[in-house]
């Protein structure tokens, strides 16, 4: 509640500069769009137009370019006070970067794939047990999971889930999520394309549950969480898309209900816990779509 407070403040200041409503340009035509918030009196912005990183705490002295040895592409995690993004620079490609909202503070987090090829961080840079965890790119080992501590030596591939130059998945399609102790995402490899789990060790990062037997797949999609639990729908080739739940353990992970009985799929998707309940919409042919 803090940090959306905090958000909402800042956001109304760079509205409004003064109580009778006067509005005050705090740049000229560079199209800012937020990335995050570094704490509760300063935000980071990027230029639609240059891709630049601009930083601001609602005033227009405070409303700065951070630097331009970098462009900012997609996400903004924030970790320690620091927001980490996918950046662009000439000499690395496409690489994980952060910034603490100034020009020495911002800086290349490691060249996952060496030289100018990319790694193109994706799956949302989720923080997990003081981690940023994503998948990345790389020439020898694909795309697999990997973490950061923000450091160099700290940015270390979980496992190599798929041996050698083959990708446990494709970009995007990860679908990380943390519940309770684990952080849970989607890999595709002799089971197909299943749910697993990690602890942060190559030996705690196993398949959850092989939902639809053999290769075949589930293709599980994340809605969210109930009580420490992962929610999610996957289609175990009995039922059809269905919702599941899963605390993590083989036993633990089993259909919710079969909501469009048979073979036949449901819709279910925005999830949100409310008053000790799992509230959702669902869509099935008797009922259409309902709560």
Known sequence: MKNFTGKLLLLATLAFSALNAQVTKLNNNQGLQFVGLLDANRAVFYSHGTHMLWISDGTLTGTNQITSKVTYDAFGTVMNGRIYFRGFSPATGYELWRTDGTDAGTTLVQDTNPGTASSNPSDRLLVFANHIYFSAQTAAKGRELWKTDGTDEGTVLVKDIISG??????????????????????ANTNLGEELWKTDGTAEGTIPVRDINPGAASASPIILG????????????????????ISNGSLAGTYLLKDLEPGSQSSITEQLVEFNGKMLFTGQEKVHGQEL
């Open 165 to 186: 130059t083959g990708s446990s998945n494709t970009e995007a399609l990860y679908k990380i999520k943390v519940a309770g102790n684990h952080l849970y995402f989607v």
């Open 225 to 244: 969480t109930y009580q420490g639990r992962l929610v999610f729908t996957a289609n175990d080739s009995v039922h059809g898309f269905e919702p599941w």
